[in-house]
Every structure is written in structure tokens, then in C-alpha cells.
């Protein structure tokens, strides 16, 4: 039984140092499908967008969204946009983002119940937390910070929420400027 287990050692112990791991040795993503649709032209086209998008109230954006070069988001009443695709993973989400007037409210959030979009705005666990499904990504009152949110599957709106905050990279005046967000 000894010699069995040193020999075993032995192997062991010569085929990791044959298979030595380098630094960047990780998966490779395949990337199918490309997801786009640009904001900036001042180009509205309704139906394009809502082919595209799902929004809780029906018709809330139009072309005076775009006037300004992006889409924009104002807090008359909650406007929650949607991929009416479900992404297959990998995937990379790319998205500019800037907040207006000193505002942090809102964000992106991934991986959230497709037919369940009302969940993404709720909070969580209070403000200024929006998500009680899915994984969020919003700055910092400051504008110092990117919070990252996690929470698991919904069931009720107490559903346990981990909070991580990454401090925003170098270079980077504040997360709530327009800045490109690459997940």
C-alpha cells in the first residue's frame, strides 16, 4: 500500500511541473450575436427601439429623448428599459452612462427574471438600492465609488442583498460623468 501512494506522489508531483499554468490562461469567449442599437444620430425610430425594448409604461420614450445625443432618462415617473432578447451568455454588455444634476440614481442591472421587469426597481433593502432580483451596478452618491449588488432569486421583497463598493479607476473624475461601462 506504501509504495502504491509514493508512487502516486511521485506522478502527481511530475506531471504538474509538465503543465505549468502561464498568466493568462483563462477561457476564451465566443461571441455570436452583436446587440446595438445608437442613441446618438438624433435619429429617432420608434419602431425599431420598441421591437427592441421593453418598457413598464407603454410609449414612454420618444424622439425628445435623443435631442441632447443619448438616451435620456428624467424622474417624472420610473422609466426601466429591457432587452426583450434573452443574451446568451458570454456575452459583453457595453453601455455610456452619465448622470445628470448630481443624481446616482439608476444603473444597470444583469441577469434578472426576463418577464419580471417590475422586480428591478424595487429596492432591495431601501435606498438608495434598486434591485431585490438580479446583479446592479450604480455609483456612489459621490460619484466615487461603482456599488456592485447582488442578490439571490426573489421571494419577497426582503430577499437577502451583498453589497461590494469598487473604487472608481484611475483617470476617472467620477462614475456619475458620461463614462462607458464594459461588464
Given at each position: 500500500m506504501k509504495k502504491y501512494i509514493l508512487?502516486?506522489?511521485?506522478?502527481?508531483?511530475?506531471?504538474?511541473?509538465?503543465?505549468?499554468?502561464?498568466?493568462?490562461?483563462?477561457?476564451?469567449?465566443?461571441?455570436?450575436?452583436v446587440y446595438d442599437q445608437d442613441f446618438t444620430t438624433n435619429q429617432w425610430d420608434e419602431t425599431f427601439f420598441y421591437n427592441y425594448w421593453e418598457t413598464v409604461d407603454p410609449n414612454i420614450f420618444s424622439a425628445s429623448d435623443i435631442e441632447n445625443g443619448y438616451l435620456q432618462f428624467q424622474w417624472i415617473s420610473k422609466r426601466i428599459i429591457r432587452s426583450k432578447n434573452t443574451l446568451v451568455p458570454p456575452y459583453i454588455l457595453v453601455a455610456e452612462i452619465g448622470y445628470g444634476n448630481g443624481s446616482h440614481r439608476g444603473g444597470i442591472v444583469i441577469r434578472v427574471d426576463n418577464n419580471q421587469g417590475e422586480r428591478v426597481q424595487e429596492p432591495a433593502e431601501g435606498d438608495p438600492g434598486?434591485?431585490?432580483?438580479?446583479?446592479?451596478?450604480?455609483?456612489?452618491?459621490?460619484?466615487?465609488?461603482?456599488?456592485?449588488?447582488?442578490?439571490?432569486?426573489?421571494?419577497?421583497?426582503?430577499?437577502?442583498?451583498?453589497?461590494?463598493?469598487?473604487?472608481?479607476?484611475?483617470?476617472?473624475?467620477?462614475?456619475?460623468?458620461?463614462?462607458?461601462?464594459?461588464?
Open positions: 508512487g502516486l506522489l511521485i506522478f502527481s508531483i511530475g506531471h504538474s511541473s509538465l503543465w505549468a499554468q502561464t498568466w493568462d490562461d483563462r477561457p476564451t469567449q465566443t461571441l455570436n450575436t434598486f434591485n431585490s432580483e438580479g446583479i446592479a451596478l450604480y455609483p456612489t452618491e459621490n460619484g466615487e465609488s461603482l456599488i456592485v449588488q447582488f442578490t439571490g432569486a426573489y421571494e419577497t421583497n426582503n430577499t437577502p442583498v451583498t453589497r461590494i463598493e469598487v473604487p472608481k479607476p484611475a483617470g476617472i473624475a467620477s462614475l456619475k460623468h458620461q463614462n462607458t461601462f464594459r461588464i
